[in-house]
């Protein structure tokens, strides 16, 4: 059967955005339940200041709490060298870099220019390897900026060859506000074939004009067949106005199913530890 790797980002692409403070008993109990449910890949948390994600601020203290599956890898996103240093610490198989593929986001987002913040990733990208910890790059914008618009192809073939110049070992290609189309991804793709293959690669989909799934079947078509989605569509980025929810993971295995691929994952377990964890805060438990 034809195998797809799904890497579940809830717990952190997922809660980052919502405005309560999850609990930690409740993101530990997420992370289980997602493991549960057959995601081997689990982005647990970021080592951000917690000034910029005041909702993952308990980050080490989820990491050390969870009870780890054997054969699942739990990963975190790590801005800098004193972030590495945290997850590191805290035992992760892999860890997450973050540049974008435009300007405007990347100011906002990192608080400095593409070149400052490639500049920024090298040592953390050197120093995670050295450590033996897998690197996945992100690169934000692959399609349009909340800020700058449409991006062209070509900056992001770009951007994506410097993130694999800077030694990541896959990269992780972000519809950041949902903008994409099928069209749009191939045309992307098309781009990013320059550099590295797209099979590859991994795609990010935000689902905010409802066409994540058309993009997904796009993408399978161009050799693609890595995604990452988050349960119930849980998620946004803080920084991206417009960018509300990403694909749900539930949504994703199902349509993966009905097209004859596998991913391990039940879908069903999925979409009840996604709506488990959202009572954490839609019912008012939720601290803040």
């Given at each position: ?16 955005n ?5 609990p ?7 992370v ?10 689990i982005?647990v ?26 054969g ?17 610490a ?100 098309a ?16 689902d ?19 995604f ?7 998620g ?15 949504f ?10 596998h ?6 377990a ?19």
């Amino acid at each position: 059967m034809k195998r797809i790797r799904i890497t579940e980002v809830g717990p952190r692409d997922g809660l980052q955005n919502e405005k309560a403070i999850v609990p930690v008993a409740a993101k530990v109990a997420f992370v289980e339940a997602l493991s549960a449910a057959g995601c081997s890949e689990i982005e647990v948390t970021s080592f951000v200041p917690p000034k910029w994600v005041p909702q993952l601020a308990d980050g080490a203290q989820v990491l050390r709490a969870i009870t780890r599956r054997p054969g699942v890898i739990y990963s975190a996103l790590v801005p800098n060298e004193r972030g590495l240093e945290g997850a590191l610490a805290c035992g992760v198989d892999a860890v997450a870099v973050f540049a974008a593929a435009s300007e405007g986001f990347s100011r906002r987002n990192t608080n400095g220019s593409i070149d400052e913040v490639l500049a920024r990733l090298a040592p953390v990208i050197r120093t995670a390897k050295a450590s033996g910890v897998r690197v996945r790059g992100y690169l934000s914008c692959v399609i349009a900026c909340p800020f700058d618009g449409p991006i062209d192809p070509s900056a992001v073939a770009r951007c994506s060859a410097r993130l694999l110049d800077l030694g990541i070992d896959e990269l992780d290609l972000g519809d950041t506000i949902g903008a994409g189309t099928p069209d749009s991804v191939e045309a992307m793709y098309a781009a990013v074939a320059s550099v590295v293959d797209p099979a590859a690669t991994i795609l990010h989909l935000h689902d905010t004009r409802g066409a994540a799934l058309r993009c997904v079947e796009r993408a399978l078509s161009l050799g693609v067949r890595s995604f990452d989605s988050a349960a119930t569509g849980l998620g946004g980025c803080p920084y991206a106005p417009g960018a509300p929810g990403n694909l749900a993971t539930e949504f994703l295995v199902r349509a993966l199913d009905a097209g004859g691929w596998h991913t391990g994952i039940d879908a069903d377990a999925v979409a009840l530890a996604g709506s488990q964890v959202r009572a954490a805060f839609d019912s008012g438990q939720a601290d803040g």
